[in-house]
């Protein structure tokens, strides 16, 4: 999936970058989509969980059923 090399330059690490996130789109599985929340007690009353990914580079906020 992805390439190596002993020597990276700039380029080579963003079209890496580039093709990793590609391949992880295509990856993904396909969910619908929920209705947005307008009323503002449904707002107040969510309840988000957050999981750090990666280190902390990522978070991946989901709600709470």
Do not use: C, F
Request: aromatic letters at 4%.
């Amino acid at each position: 999936m992805l390439g190596t090399t002993a020597h990276p330059s700039a380029n080579w690490v963003i079209q890496t970058i580039k093709n990793l996130v590609m391949a992880l789109d295509q990856a993904a599985p396909l969910r619908t989509i929920t209705d947005q929340i307008t009323d503002p007690e449904r707002i107040i009353d969510l309840d988000i969980r957050r999981r750090v990914r990666l280190g902390g580079v990522l978070h991946e906020y989901s709600h709470a059923a």
